[in-house]
């Protein structure tokens, strides 16, 4: 049986009031569907395993679901939201429905593509219902910009959730499976329905868990070297590496030479390929 819902977390008739009083009226154009629904937010909260010292970084908190229910969980909780009407409203919601708290919470007015710091102690965890047009782009900026963030549960579409946790060798895995797997290890977290959000977007959602790796990837290659042969691995998925590599490598002859030296086949594919193969590979890049 679910617990009660505390008065200070957001229902579907709060979020709607909420947004009427502010003339807001969700968007496509930055991805916006609010959780409307407070069991849900807190099993986010308790899926991201969100404990009482964390700092937990938000990522475009809307109207403040979320928002509410980690600061319930977490020591702080910084969000970050680009737009003008929302970013303007949030602290006043979170003075309203969680006054003790308040002092807690640190409001940040900016794209997070473009955060390269932090008020308050550097951030433990990242937490976000993050707009589905640039989920992967915001989570590699982040856990690239803010290495203290140990543990991360996003809610994303729930194809470009298993193309984060996708393995190699399947179908879906690519540049995001391989670029987050670099952070962190990434794993499915779970679905999520469509009616716990408003408006209800056309697609399901799902949770995507990232702990970081305690050990960085072993490789002398630098992430930018290791990115690039990645992006040009799958610009062409349907190539032999040989072929694929050959423009990164400068001709095809060089890409199959750096191949050999890293212990990779020529013949395979970069859907094959672990990140640590990609930074062998990286390592074996031709002097030019």
Same mark, same amino acid.
């Given at each position: 049986?679910? =617990?009660?819902? +505390? %008065?200070?977390?957001?229902?579907?008739? %709060?979020?709607?009031?909420?947004?009427?009083?502010?003339?807001?009226?969700?968007?496509?154009?930055?991805?916006?569907? /609010?959780?409307?629904?407070?069991?849900? *937010?807190?099993?986010?909260?308790? !899926?991201?395993?969100?404990?009482?010292?964390?700092?937990?970084?938000?990522?475009?908190?809307?109207?403040?679901?979320?928002?509410?229910?980690?600061?319930?969980?977490? %020591?702080?909780?910084?969000?970050?939201?680009?737009?003008? *009407?929302?970013?303007?409203?949030?602290?006043?919601?979170?003075?309203?429905?969680?006054?003790?708290?308040?002092?807690?919470?640190?409001?940040?007015?900016?794209?997070?593509?473009?955060?390269?710091?932090? +008020?308050?102690?550097?951030?433990?965890?990242?937490?976000?219902?993050?707009?589905?047009?640039?989920?992967?782009?915001?989570?590699?900026?982040?856990?690239? !910009?803010?290495?203290?963030?140990?543990?991360?549960?996003?809610?994303?579409?729930?194809? *470009?959730?298993?193309?984060?946790?996708?393995?190699?060798?399947? @179908? $879906?895995?690519?540049? +995001?499976?391989? @670029?987050?797997?670099?952070?962190?290890?990434?794993?499915?977290?779970?679905?999520?329905?469509?009616?716990?959000?408003?408006?209800?977007?056309?697609?399901?959602?799902?949770?995507?868990?990232?702990?970081?790796?305690?050990?960085?990837?072993?490789?002398?290659?630098?992430?930018?070297?290791?990115?690039?042969?990645? %992006?040009?691995?799958?610009?062409?998925?349907?190539?032999?590496?040989?072929?694929?590599?050959?423009?990164?490598?400068? =001709?095809?002859?060089?890409?199959?030479?750096?191949? $050999?030296?890293?212990?990779?086949?020529?013949?395979?594919?970069?859907?094959?390929?672990?990140?640590?193969? /990609?930074?062998?590979?990286?390592?074996?890049?031709?002097? $030019?």
């Amino acid at each position: 049986m679910s =617990s009660p819902i +505390p %008065d200070a977390l957001l229902g579907p008739a %709060d979020i709607r009031e909420l947004a009427a009083a502010l003339g807001v009226r969700p968007t496509k154009q930055r991805g916006q569907n /609010f959780v409307i629904d407070a069991n849900t *937010v807190r099993r986010i909260v308790r !899926t991201a395993e969100v404990r009482p010292d964390d700092t937990v970084v938000e990522v475009g908190p809307g109207l403040g679901s979320l928002t509410l229910a980690l600061l319930e969980a977490a %020591d702080r909780v910084t969000a970050v939201e680009i737009d003008d *009407v929302l970013a303007g409203a949030l602290p006043a919601t979170v003075a309203a429905r969680m006054p003790e708290r308040a002092d807690r919470f640190a409001l940040v007015h900016s794209d997070a593509l473009h955060v390269t710091e932090l +008020p308050g102690p550097a951030p433990t965890a990242l937490v976000a219902n993050l707009p589905y047009n640039v989920a992967v782009p915001v989570l590699l900026h982040m856990l690239d !910009t803010f290495p203290s963030i140990e543990r991360t549960l996003v809610m994303v579409q729930a194809e *470009v959730a298993d193309r984060l946790a996708a393995a190699p060798g399947s @179908k $879906v895995y690519g540049v +995001p499976s391989v @670029k987050a797997n670099w952070y962190a290890e990434v794993k499915r977290a779970g679905a999520i329905g469509r009616t716990v959000f408003w408006p209800a977007p056309n697609v399901d959602s799902g949770l995507v868990a990232l702990v970081r790796r305690t050990e960085p990837i072993p490789t002398t290659a630098t992430k930018a070297q290791v990115f690039r042969v990645v %992006d040009a691995a799958f610009a062409q998925r349907r190539k032999t590496l040989r072929a694929a590599l050959a423009g990164w490598a400068g =001709s095809a002859a060089a890409a199959e030479t750096a191949l $050999v030296a890293a212990g990779v086949s020529p013949q395979a594919r970069g859907e094959s390929l672990t990140v640590e193969e /990609f930074a062998r590979i990286a390592e074996h890049a031709p002097r $030019v």
